[in-house]
């Protein structure tokens, strides 16, 4: 199974160029919408409110783990995560193994994209703030 999962993230769509792209660090929670050409149909959230570190959610669990490095140049990982089971685990350990193989991040518009080292993108959208109500 992970040398399927592998012959995903390595067959997954094209890169865009980096001069379409708009470097800066970011904060705040996002919401996965795909992996390379394909749309993530699960949920998948990703918190970078805190520097230095990242947490979210996956399809069935939480995870947190360490950002390094100088925006835009940066990895992810190693992650722990929660070890529910459900039936999106194959769609969550493809996010979790992406996530941990980003060395680039960047702004495209309002969207997150983060980049590995195949061009591979990982594609997020802004959620709401949490209201103080």
């Given amino acids: 199974m992970r040398e399927a999962l592998f012959a995903l993230?390595?067959?997954?769509?094209?890169?865009?160029a980096q001069d379409d792209m708009m470097d800066g660090p970011v904060d705040g929670r996002w919401a996965l919408q795909r992996i390379g050409d394909a749309p993530f149909a699960a949920r998948a959230e990703l918190d970078l409110s805190q520097a230095g570190r990242v947490s979210g959610s996956g399809p069935c669990n939480g995870?947190?783990?360490?950002?390094?490095?100088?925006?835009?140049?940066?990895?992810?990982?190693?992650?722990?995560?929660?070890?529910r089971a459900c039936p999106e685990l194959g769609q969550e350990h493809l996010f979790f193994m992406a996530l941990q193989s980003v060395q680039h991040g960047?702004?495209?518009?309002?969207?997150?994209?983060?980049?590995?080292?195949?061009?591979?993108?990982?594609?997020?959208?802004?959620?709401?703030?949490?209201?103080?109500?």
């Fill in 9 to 16: 993230l390595v067959l997954a769509g094209p890169a865009i």
């Fill in 63 to 83: 995870f947190s783990g360490r950002v390094e490095g100088d925006w835009p140049k940066i990895s992810v990982g190693p992650l722990r995560s929660t070890r």
């Fill in 106 to 133: 960047a702004m495209r518009e309002d969207d997150l994209v983060l980049t590995d080292p195949a061009g591979r993108e990982l594609v997020f959208i802004r959620l709401p703030a949490p209201s103080d109500e």
